[in-house]
T-cell receptor
Framework: AQSVTQLGSHVSVSEGALVLLRCNYS??????LFWYVQYPNQGLQLLLK??????LVKGINGFEAEFKKSETSFHLTKPSAHMSDAAEYFC???????????FGAGTRLFVKA | DGGITQSPKYLFRKEGQNVTLSCEQN?????MYWYRQDPGQGLRLIYY???????QKGDIAEGYSVSREKKESFPLTVTSAQKNPTAFYLC????????????????????FGPGTRLTVL
């Protein structure tokens, strides 16, 4: 069975500081991993995805994530936070070649001026 | 522009009423999904469909029904049997990439609609 754990339901950073949102997964087979962002009262938008190619994945809006098999992690980072990054972020996992996507509970990012 | 539309954006339901949420996509995606989102619980899968005239229950299907008469449309009905329907409902779709595991099909990432917020009065 697959599962996703996002560490920290809320993360607060200052504008210009590093953003680090943590995601650990559990999967018995090679996973595909995703990060989505959700702004208030909107749908989810794909930030980036890992599908077994390069382990460092670059996404939109300056975000990137690194797949670390030994740590079963796929943490999301951005070097310098912007006020517009304030949103909820979801990590998700799916079996490579599978169908069902499992979403984490989400991490709400607050950015302080 | 291709995308997924959901309507209405806000919906109010009285106790005992059935309501239907619309989801339409013009991405030519094969698979469509309905999720329910509650604060602090992430997304929970209600129903999904991989092909026209076929759909499968997700993790929390009780009190919901769906149909897939057209490839581009996947409406969700919230019935009076759903005891706690107040939530944010998200529709998604994904394209098929080819053969997957155990004779199944593999799909690309999901694209989401803007959501419908349902409130029971």
């Amino acid at each position: 069975a697959q599962s996703v754990t996002q560490l920290g339901s809320h993360v607060s950073v200052s504008e210009g500081a590093l953003v680090l949102l943590r995601c650990n997964y559990s999967s018995s087979v090679p996973p595909y991993l995703f990060w989505y962002v959700q702004y208030p009262n909107q749908g989810l938008q794909l930030l980036l995805k890992y599908t077994s190619a390069a382990t460092l994945v670059k996404g939109i809006n300056g975000f990137e994530a690194e797949f670390k098999k030994s740590e079963t992690s796929f943490h999301l980072t951005k070097p310098s936070a912007h006020m517009s990054d304030a949103a909820e972020y979801f990590c998700a996992v799916r079996k490579a070649g599978g169908f069902k996507t499992i979403f984490g509970a989400g991490t709400r990012l607050f950015v302080k001026a | 522009d291709g995308g997924i539309t959901q309507s209405p954006k806000y919906l109010f339901r009285k106790e005992g009423q059935n309501v239907t949420l619309s989801c339409e996509q013009n991405l030519n995606h094969d698979a469509m999904y309905w999720y329910r989102q509650d604060p602090g619980q992430g997304l929970r899968l209600i129903y999904y469909s991989q092909i026209v005239n076929d759909f499968q229950k997700g993790d929390i299907a009780e009190g919901y029904s769906v149909s897939r008469e057209k490839k581009e449309s996947f409406p969700l009905t919230v019935t009076s049997a759903q005891k706690n329907p107040t939530a944010f409902y998200l529709c998604a779709s994904s394209s098929r990439t080819g053969p997957g595991l155990a004779g199944g099909e593999a799909y690309n990432e999901q694209f989401f609609g803007p959501g419908t917020r349902l409130t029971v009065l």
